[in-house]
């Protein structure tokens, strides 16, 4: 059977850091990854759960500096990336870190991609079109089942139609994903 080669698509996952306690690695991670200046990605719940703080103890720890953006909502918004990109470029920041489900995951996967790429988040709906690798990108969900941690889509919604928009490309697969059943 001669299957079109267009029609296949390949998976790539993550490094993945498993365990109980594996949070504390964020930092280590982040540096590895060649972070100095962090962005940290994640949304109101989880700063007020204290998911947040812990994160950023383990990021001090390896002498980081980092900077949070938590304007995310379930189903982000393009205009959400928008403005998380130019916090990211604000700041020069270097590395991506997630502290979420899949809604920050994937608005800092948005974020990484207007970061190296440029435009508009809508330029890139659609599979393939990401053509520059996002900026390193450490995952620590705090959620079951998204996936979005360890795959190559992303959602987003555009504000103007109200409609979803999916992003697909292994550029965008996170480097690494932390998973502390603790978290």
Not at 17 to 33: D, F, K, P, T, V
Not at 121 to 136: M, S
Request: one cysteine or more; aromatic letters at 6%; glycine letters at 10%.
């Amino acid at each position: 059977m001669n299957v079109p080669e267009d029609s296949l698509l390949k998976f790539e996952i993550p490094e993945i850091i498993y365990g109980e306690g594996a949070l504390s690695q964020i930092g280590q991670c982040a540096r590895r990854l060649g972070g100095e200046r962090i962005l940290l990605v994640t949304d109101p719940g989880l700063i007020a759960a204290g998911w947040v703080e812990e994160c950023i103890k383990y990021l001090r720890e390896e002498d980081l500096q980092y900077f949070i953006y938590d304007n995310v909502v379930t189903n982000p918004r393009d205009f959400q990336v928008e403005e998380g990109v130019r916090h990211y470029r604000r700041k020069n920041c270097d590395v991506i870190a997630v502290v979420g489900g899949g809604s920050p995951i994937d608005t800092a996967k948005g974020i990484g991609i207007l970061a190296s790429n440029h435009g508009r988040i809508h330029e890139y709906e659609g599979a393939n079109l990401v053509t520059q690798p996002i900026p390193p990108l450490v995952c620590a969900p705090s959620t079951a089942g998204t996936g979005a941690d360890v795959s190559q889509f992303a959602v987003i919604a555009d504000n103007r139609t109200k409609l979803k928009m999916t992003i697909l490309s292994r550029a965008i697969t996170p480097d690494l994903t932390i998973v502390d059943p603790e978290s």
